[in-house]
């Protein structure tokens, strides 16, 4: 069973902020948080992942809370090819020696309008 | 990154047949995985392979239905036998990084296999 829960779907007006929130209350300590994103009739794409620290990168931005129960994906400026269903995962790290599948949730179908 | 590519892209089969999906990587990579997504769902793992060994399944996806096959470190296939109106979906390979201790412990997909049965 997939240990996060997202909103069905969210809408953002073109250019604005994208906020998409995850929570996972039962976290782990050594869980990282991925998100991923799937674009229609494409496969799952990277986006981000974190342990306890805020993260960036050039797509996006993540802030996890400081119990790390929930989470929150930032899209600083979002346009119409972020339309897409957004995956938030909880998983071990490889590195970390963990077992590297992914289990996907429903996700949250975000819809970037003009 | 790991380019992955996945034939056939799309097919329309029968009811009762089966159907073999190649996943093609560009580099060696230990871990593959094979997921299921049935129309406006999320995805489902089926089941891991490594080179070497028998996959290993997920609850609910048995061998005699989803054989697959990992016979080198750059390629594994999936087959869907017995289909039936049911195993219509999109069928997506994936694979972990190729440097697991440096690398973000993203996983690569491919583009999928829509298979509809008729």
């Known amino acids: 069973d997939a240990k996060t829960t997202q909103p069905p779907s969210m809408d953002c007006a073109e250019g604005r902020a994208a906020n998409l929130p995850c929570n996972h209350s039962t976290i782990s300590g050594n869980e990282y948080v991925y998100w991923y994103r799937q674009i229609h009739s494409q496969g799952p794409q990277y986006i981000i992942h974190g342990l306890k620290n805020n993260e960036t990168n050039e797509m996006a931005s993540l802030i996890i809370t400081e119990d790390r129960k929930s989470s929150t994906l930032i899209l600083p400026h979002a346009t119409l090819r972020d339309t897409a269903v957004y995956y938030c995962i909880v998983r071990l790290h490889p590195a970390d020696g963990g077992y590297n599948k992914l289990i996907f949730g429903a996700g949250t179908r975000l819809a970037v309008h003009p | 990154s790991a380019v992955i590519s996945q034939k056939p892209s799309r097919d329309i089969c029968q009811r009762g047949t089966s159907l073999t999906i190649q996943c093609q990587v560009d580099s060696q990579v230990t871990m593959m995985f094979w997921y299921r997504q049935q129309p406006g769902q999320s995805l489902t793992l089926i089941a891991t392979?490594?080179?070497?060994?028998?996959?290993?399944?997920e609850s609910g996806f048995v061998i005699d239905k989803f054989p697959i096959s990992r016979p080198n470190l750059t390629f594994s296939t999936l087959t869907v036998s017995n289909m039936s109106p049911e195993d219509s979906s999109i069928y997506l390979c994936?694979?972990?990084?190729?440097?697991?201790?440096?690398?973000?412990?993203?996983?690569?997909f491919g583009e999928g296999s829509r298979l509809t049965v008729l």
């Open positions: 392979a490594n080179q070497g060994s028998e996959a290993t399944y």
């Open positions: 994936s694979v972990e990084g190729e440097n697991r201790a440096r690398n973000t412990g993203e996983l690569f």
